[in-house]
């Protein structure tokens, strides 16, 4: 009788999201409707007012991509080794509302690409430890929910950042000025309630806290489950081109004028945060390291709208969507797969190699496709990059079978 109990007690326990991940979700609300509604114009900005060829922007576009993630592996170790992911996440958060601050003053490309890397770190540094914070908090069965729900409310805020600016701009023509002291207000909104309502959860496989804890060592995150995780999204991360990219081959098609580009980012946001949590479930239920690859074939969807020279709406519409459900298959999929990979105690460290992992390789991706569309011309190279990566989800399914099976944190 008392174990059936138990049985029902798990079971109404079952789907149940932790109040720490839901305000962790709303920070990560407020710190991207800040980051969003600037960002969402960087790509025309660069190059149709400044004058960036698409190689030059693919340059900028890798450093965007990629400075956050230079110090995203030491974000998670601090957060390992000082048993503190809260004030970890919070010094990243700080660092970008410090950036946020920085625009209202900035002036010329140079010192608003510098304020931009400084935000970028701020995000490295946050990421991994804020991640840790909801594998922490949430039971192992229902990882992929609860990395749904978190991403579903940050994906909010990004809808809303893009749809701030661009009425904002609607309102008052030119007032960028406008736009960023709304963002630097969001911005101190979201570093202000995690510092204040957000504690550090006790991981829910625990009654207690452990007696010792073990270790930080760096071998760790080499076991062989990691390294086969690492290597196939890395290499499917170099086959990921930015959503820049295909929102400014969506627009050279002329359906539409620039002055909606920054709507293009809701439109993704949009897909993101509707099919963040069924998502997210549905790894939970069938395996996550497949859907995180699986995942990849919306994106091969996405090239092909972008590529193929389809008259109407429907094909830019339908670029959107599938961008949002290739997000939606691996943002949060991915860190709830990589924390279960290694001990507790590395989980911030795990979930950050992970990601550096394939944000390195999206900058690199980035650099590497803007030559491409510098060579072929925007079509050819998204379909010339789609073909590869249709070739390479078979072997990245193959290698990473039964990575879900196997037990948490163990080597095998």
Known sequence: MARRRGRQARRARRGRVAPVVVTLGVVSLLTDISSESVAAVLPLYLTAVVGLSPAAYGVVDSLYQGVGALVRVAGGWAADRGGHPKWVALAGYGISCVARLALLVSAGLATVATVIAVDRVGKGIRTAPRDAMISAASAPEDLGHAFGVHRALDTTGAVLGPLIAFALLWWIPDGYTVVLVVSAGFAVLGLALLG????????????????????????????????????????????????????????????????????????TNVAYLALAVPLGQLADRVGRARVVVLGHAALVGGYACAAVPLPGAHATIAALVLLGTFYAATDGVLAALAGRLVPDSMRASGIASAQTTVAVARMLSSTLFGLLWFALGPGVALIAVGAVLVVALPVALVMLRGLDEAGDGCAA
């Open 196 to 267: 204040l309502l957000v504690d550090e959860p006790r991981p829910a496989s625990q009654a207690a806290p452990p007696a010792t804890a073990e270790p930080f060592r760096w071998r760790t995150l080499a076991n062989p489950r990691l390294r086969r995780l690492l290597l196939v999204t890395g290499g499917l991360g170099l086959l990921t081109v930015g959503d820049g990219f295909v929102y400014l081959a969506l627009l050279d098609r002329g359906e539409f004028a620039a002055h909606w580009f920054p709507l293009l980012y809701v439109g």
